[in-house]
């Protein structure tokens, strides 16, 4: 009903398919755009005791617009907000690689597994999907603490004969972004790769090419854009995740993610915690733009 409405209002402006084209974008504008530009606005307006000031101000007939940079120059200037983006970008850049590592050999398996497994095969990687995320990171908390299951299984065993230090270490933080992120990685790829065309690794191995050669020449060439895909699936995510960090990396972890937690409701200081999403988000749409350009040559690439 209310589409039909707004189609006849805007009848008389907008052809059927201009319409059909500006629904989407208007929707999307209202979900993503607006939100940014209002979290733009925060960053570069003054913080007042228990509310965020106006940008612009009318007085006597005169407006006044009053943008505040001194947010963004002290990001800038300020050595622990720089280490800061480094090391989410860092924490992020390895879990990709990880979750690239692992779940490129189990991508492949369910591509060329047999028809009526790979339904099964794919509901095993989406299954965790079904629990909470929450939850799902509290598990793995019960299992890296110092008394947890896998201290005491190896204190049972004799392997060890007191507690070993997991939980709040960077190995606990890897080990649940990875777990967190790997079938985001493995979903593209296998997407991809059950795309392939097999005749030609069947030529390849008719002309002598053994099947390793066969695999870095032809396999992973062709598997490319899935590997993209997947890497930005995981990348992008990564970079401001809060959860893993809180806690499994412990206090020491610096992550994007906890520093805007902790301006937001420790600090209440709104328009640092704007400024850090902002120039956040400007770190994450460098990534976009490459996968953007990349993705649109390869469809000029396919079409020419």
């Not at 690239?100 to 999907?129: D, E, N, Q, S, W």
């Amino acid at each position: 009903m209310m589409i039909e409405k707004m189609h006849s209002f805007l009848k008389p402006y907008l052809t059927g398919r201009q319409f059909v084209i500006s629904v989407p974008f208007l929707w999307l504008f209202l979900l993503t755009a607006a939100p940014i530009f209002i979290v733009l606005r925060i960053s570069l307006s003054e913080m007042d005791i228990a509310s965020v000031a106006n940008l612009w101000t009318w007085a006597e007939n005169t407006l006044t617009l009053k943008i505040n940079l001194s947010k963004y120059l002290f990001i800038l200037h300020d050595e622990l907000y720089v280490k800061t983006f480094i090391s989410s970008i860092g924490y992020a850049l390895e879990n990709t690689f990880f979750c690239l590592i692992l779940g490129y050999p189990f991508a492949y398996f369910m591509a060329r597994a047999k028809t009526h497994l790979r339904p099964m095969l794919l509901m095993l990687v989406m299954l965790p999907f079904w629990t909470s995320f929450l939850l799902r990171i509290y598990a793995w908390k019960t299992l890296l603490e110092d008394n947890g299951v896998i201290n005491n299984f190896l204190i049972w065993s004799g392997l060890i004969h007191q507690p070993i230090q997991i939980m709040h270490t960077q190995f606990s933080l890897m080990i649940g972004m990875v777990y967190a992120y790997l079938p985001f990685m493995i979903l593209p790829l296998y997407s991809n790769l059950v795309k392939m065309d097999t005749r030609l690794l069947e030529a390849a191995a008719d002309l002598g090419t053994s099947p390793w050669k066969t695999f870095w020449l032809m396999t992973v060439p062709l598997s490319k854009q899935g590997i993209i895909a997947g890497s930005m699936l995981v990348f992008i995510p990564t970079v401001g995740e809060y959860v893993i960090p809180e806690l499994l990396g412990g206090p020491q972890t610096l992550n994007i993610g906890r520093v805007l937690w902790d301006e937001f409701f420790s600090n209440n200081d709104w328009s640092m915690a704007s400024a850090v999403a902002i120039v956040m988000v400007l770190l994450i749409l460098l990534p976009m733009a490459i996968f953007n350009k990349y993705q649109s040559k390869s469809y000029e690439g396919i079409t020419s």
